[in-house]
């Protein structure tokens, strides 16, 4: 069974899109004959194309029997790419360290992957390439994000939006002084009070949000306190799987 990843230009997506669903009108709205030419794709596109290709061949150029012979469909502003499944791993990991070479972006599935790929070995959980199994060193990247509404004034239904925008372009602090509003400051000394240092890997302030990263195996742990603090002080949160 193969792997297929969608390498894409996030500057063409609208900020508000979601990135599935804009790759799918992408690929709908490209020319039905022009999808095999590496043409039709944008110079940045290319440009990742014409690394990939030297380990990751297009199909039609590999030995019928080289397991590294890949399909690629290109549009304007993203290529469909599938791996064969014996080197899943490996082109996913090629493709992510060559977009962001590029500055381009990789979803796999639906997981959008964070901006940096490993420099080494991949250390954590990718569902598309691990399922449900639990790999030996690999945890899923579990997040929880508490931010105050009143702060940001978000309209209905645009909180995962905003947050995923605040995450990416933001510049975030490990000091808690950053933190703009009187509510997530009270949250977060509710939050030492419970000592739950142990079971966070990562805490990152923004101005109006928190970030905290936990490993799957401390998730339940961590979510009954998250819910509990957020409720009694009337903010929300959200929970992400894999996020950069």
Not at 94 to 108: I, N, P, S
Not at 153 to 177: F, M, N, V, Y
Not at 207 to 221: M, Q
């Amino acid at each position: 069974m193969g792997i297929r990843v969608f390498v894409f230009d996030e500057r063409a997506a609208l900020a508000q899109a979601d990135y599935c669903d804009w790759i799918v009108r992408e690929i709908k709205g490209a020319p039905k004959d022009k999808w095999h030419k590496p043409e039709s794709s944008s110079p940045r596109l290319r440009k990742w194309f014409d690394d990939m290709r030297r380990s990751f061949p297009l199909i039609g150029d590999a030995d019928p029997d080289d397991p590294y012979g890949t399909e690629y469909c290109f549009y304007c502003n993203v290529i469909d790419v599938i791996f064969a499944g014996s080197v899943g791993e490996e082109g996913v990991l090629q493709a992510w360290r060559l977009a962001g070479k590029h500055d381009l972006r990789l979803l796999v599935g639906e997981e959008l992957l964070p901006r940096k790929a490993p420099k080494g070995k991949r250390d954590f959980h990718i569902s598309v390439l691990d399922g449900g199994r639990p790999i030996p060193g690999i945890a899923p990247n579990m997040c929880f994000v508490v931010f105050d509404p009143d702060i940001a004034h978000l309209a209905p239904g645009k909180a995962r939006t905003w947050i995923l925008e605040r995450l990416e372009a933001e510049p975030w602090s490990k000091d808690q002084s950053i933190l703009t509003g009187d509510k997530l400051r009270r949250w977060i000394d509710l939050f030492a009070a419970r000592n739950l240092d142990p079971l966070v890997s990562e805490m990152r302030f923004y101005r109006d949000l928190i970030f905290i990263r936990v490993d799957r195996k401390n998730d339940s742990s961590m979510l009954s306190p998250t819910m509990e603090l957020s409720h009694k002080l009337n903010l929300p949160f959200e929970v992400y799987v894999n996020l950069g």
